[in-house]
């Protein structure tokens, strides 16, 4: 007979709906890009729901040093958005950098559905996840993606699982940054489905950054998200103690939505993955370098070196070096971080009749806003023509809430219109950042 609890799991999952809009809008997975799906499972302590993981790896790569997963958050528009996260050029640009493999799950979990089913890496995401890691490895013919580190960042629920994936693997993993979601430390009798974690002693040897929009209980105390800072401030006390590696930075703009936070997230991980990835694939994590770290207050505006610091070191703010400290100081004041290094320029610039197609990167410290279309000298056009983002800086992948570019992604073409007839003409097409700089 079967038990009360499996029973229950059984009514749970049979009313779960096959892959369904909006989980069948997929952009094409072809090589750089590889993708495995997993259906739903019954079997208890498994996942619940089916999943999606979209990986790309960086073409000419020969062995991965690591991974760097971008998780959205809960409900069905995040699940939904994360079929594009690894088609995001900006967190490319981080990942190629690294010799490193970005990969984004979608998870399907119906509108209303429980998030912690999934959220929750003890209910089979975690074990999914790592099957997927073997699979893709095989499909990509990259075998080492099973074995390699990962750099974990997570919105919302998928704070709540890149924090969980910490706690559970602190040696498997470089970094962490988690956005508005931090893994619960305490019982909540409120959310009987939100299981405590325990601090393994390991967590102290991983950077981690917990990232939040001020809206979230910082200086806006009430609303939906209003206990996000009670959970953070809760979270990195308990692992600074321990002598963690542990960072807050506050987005002064934003509520529960990710803003701008790209640019202080990505060059935070760039310094942590240049710090501890291994020179050759296969190699172990090296130790987060403390000797040049920075501190600061955990509500302050101001970080020092921390040999200079006055206040309780074990409870202030962990930053890894000076570059981030002041990248840090900005991005809490007002988000305008800086670059003085213009993008990449486009390549394999193709030109059919009168249609244009061609090829880019982007900026690792600035991503791409848009790119202008020049014929014979003179401006013709911009691609896309109004760049947009409601979230924050705008950009030519446009963004969804979970950080991820908009659903059909936006084409590197532009069609001219007025061609002079019979007339040879010569095209330039110049990338633009996100702070006006242009490409050769």
């Keep these: 007979m079967r038990s009360l609890a499996l029973l229950t799991f059984l009514v749970l999952t049979s009313s779960l709906p096959a892959?369904?809009?909006?989980?069948?809008?997929?952009?094409?997975?072809?090589p750089p890009y590889y993708r495995v799906r997993y259906e739903a499972s019954t079997k208890p302590g498994e996942l619940i729901y089916a999943v999606n993981y979209t990986v790309w790896v960086p073409p000419g790569v020969k062995a991965l040093r690591g991974v760097i997963v971008h998780q959205h958050g809960c409900g069905e528009g995040s699940c939904?958005?994360?079929?594009?996260?690894?088609?995001?050029?900006?967190?490319?640009?981080l990942a190629k950098k690294h010799d490193c493999a970005l990969l984004a799950p979608s998870y399907e979990q119906p509108e209303k559905a429980e998030c912690q089913m999934w959220c929750d890496p003890r209910?089979?995401?975690?074990?999914?996840?790592?099957?997927?890691?073997?699979d893709l490895g095989a499909k990509s013919g990259h075998p080492e993606l099973a074995k390699v580190p990962w750099a974990l960042w997570g919105h919302s629920g998928g704070g709540h699982w890149a924090g969980g994936m910490t706690l559970l693997h602190p040696e498997r993993v470089a970094a962490a940054c988690l956005r508005s979601g931090v893994p619960m430390l305490e019982a909540n009798p409120a959310r009987p489905t939100m299981k405590a974690y325990t601090l393994p002693e390991a967590v102290a040897g991983v950077p981690i950054m917990c990232n939040l929009g001020t809206k979230e209980g910082v200086t806006?105390?009430?609303?939906?998200?209003?206990?996000?800072?009670?959970s953070n401030e809760t979270f990195f006390t308990a692992?600074?103690?321990k002598g963690g590696l542990i960072g807050v930075s506050v987005d002064p703009l934003t509520m529960h939505e990710c803003g701008n936070q790209r640019y202080f997230t990505i060059r935070w991980l760039d310094a942590c993955l240049t710090a501890r990835l291994p020179e050759k694939s296969g190699g172990a994590l090296k130790p987060m370098p403390t000797k040049n770290a920075w501190l600061a207050p955990l509500t302050g505006t101001e970080a020092v070196p921390a040999a200079e610091f006055a206040g309780e070191k074990d409870k202030a703010v962990w930053l890894p070096d000076a570059a981030i400290a002041k990248a840090w100081a900005v991005y809490i004041k007002d988000t305008a971080l800086s670059d003085s290094t213009p993008?990449?320029?486009?390549?394999?610039?193709?030109?059919?009749?009168?249609?244009?197609?061609?090829?880019a990167e982007a900026d690792l410290e600035s991503g791409l806003a848009h790119f202008i279309i020049e014929r014979?000298?003179?401006?013709?056009?911009?691609v896309p023509e109004q760049a947009k983002n409601p979230f924050g800086r705008p950009v030519?992948?446009?963004?969804?809430y979970s950080d991820t570019p908009a659903n059909p992604l936006v084409e590197m073409r532009f069609t001219d219109k007025q061609p002079e007839a019979g007339e040879k003409h010569t095209y330039r097409v110049i990338a633009v950042n996100t702070v006006g700089l242009k490409s050769e």
Excluded: C, M
Aim: aromatic share 12%; no cysteine.
């Design 220 to 230: 806006v105390k009430e609303g939906r998200f209003a206990g996000a800072w009670t």
């Design 239 to 241: 692992v600074r103690a």
């Design 123 to 134: 209910n089979g995401s975690d074990a999914a996840f790592q099957k997927a890691l073997a």
């Design 343 to 359: 993008p990449p320029a486009p390549t394999e610039l193709q030109v059919k009749g009168s249609e244009l197609t061609w090829k």
């Design 19 to 30: 892959q369904q809009p909006p989980y069948d809008v997929f952009p094409a997975a072809d």
């Design 80 to 93: 939904k958005s994360g079929l594009t996260g690894a088609y995001d050029l900006h967190w490319q640009a």
């Design 376 to 382: 014979d000298g003179k401006q013709i056009g911009t």
């Design 396 to 400: 030519f992948q446009g963004l969804q």
